[in-house]
């Protein structure tokens, strides 16, 4: 069964400052994965995803994400963090594999992300 | 074209009341997920709808039940509410197949306290 990790549940950074959230996947074969955004009260919102090619993909607001395949990881990254980017991030991977995948994505726990002017 | 619709979008019922929220997808998307989002569990699969068709349920008690219509709207019913109920319900709709490699849209979410 796949499974994502994020370590770090709380992340405060300056506006301007650069950030990255990490993400780690558990998954038998080739992921797909996905990054969201989500502000309070709000659905999800889709930043990126990566499903094959290119490891490093790019999204919206100025985010991209790296694929490592050996490291089992697809982590967020921004150059320059805007106050407006302040919201609950979260990482996750479907799969391909039949009945019990269908319409399933499994997501991490998020990452708060917090920006101080 | 309109994004993913969910109604209603907050709600209170009653332990041992039931209820029913509503998906409307994407126009064109035949794919419904829905997903139950709490703060100690995170973000669940609840169960996922292709033409009419349950093709895939998560980890839920029967109490927790869905259909989906032939102009692809779903709705979900949770029947006898228990406190632990109480939850931001999302649903999300894809374009595709609804395999793990399409991207799903999600709605707004419905926030139902039980009290």
């Known amino acids: 069964a796949q499974s994502v990790t994020q370590p770090d549940i709380h992340i405060t950074v300056s ?13 038998g074969a080739t992921p797909y994965l996905f990054w969201y955004v ?6 999800l919102q889709l930043l990126l995803k990566y499903f094959s090619g290119d490891t490093l993909v790019q999204g919206i607001k100025g985010f991209e994400a790296e694929f490592k395949r050996s490291q089992s990881s697809f982590n967020l990254r921004k150059p320059s963090v805007h106050w407006s980017d302040a919201a609950e ?3 996750a991977v479907g799969a391909n594999a039949g009945g019990t995948s269908y319409g399933k994505l499994t997501f991490g726990q998020g990452t708060i992300l917090t920006v101080h002017p | 074209k309109a994004g993913v619709t969910q109604t209603p979008r907050y709600l209170i019922k009653t332990r041992g009341q039931q209820v ?3 998906c409307s997808p994407i126009s064109g998307h035949r794919s419904v997920s829905w997903y139950q ?10 169960f996922e709808y292709f033409s009419e068709t349950q093709r895939n ?9 869905g259909r989906q219509f ?9 029947s006898t509410l228990e406190l632990g109920d109480s939850a931001l319900y999302l ?25």
């Open chain 2, 37 to 46: 989002q709490t703060p100690g569990q995170g973000l669940q699969f609840l």
């Open chain 2, 70 to 78: 032939s102009n692809s709207r779903s709705e979900m019913n949770v």
């Open chain 1, 15 to 27: 506006e301007g400052a650069s950030l990255e959230l990490r993400c780690n996947y558990s998954y």
């Open chain 2, 91 to 115: 649903c999300a709709s894809t374009s595709r197949g609804g395999q793990g490699a399409d991207t799903q849209y999600f709605g707004p979410g419905t926030r139902l306290t039980v009290l």
């Open chain 2, 20 to 22: 029913t929220l509503s």
């Open chain 1, 38 to 43: 989500q502000s309070p009260g709000q659905g």
């Open chain 2, 57 to 65: 349920k998560g980890n839920f008690p029967g109490r927790f039940s």
């Open chain 1, 89 to 91: 991030y979260f990482c």
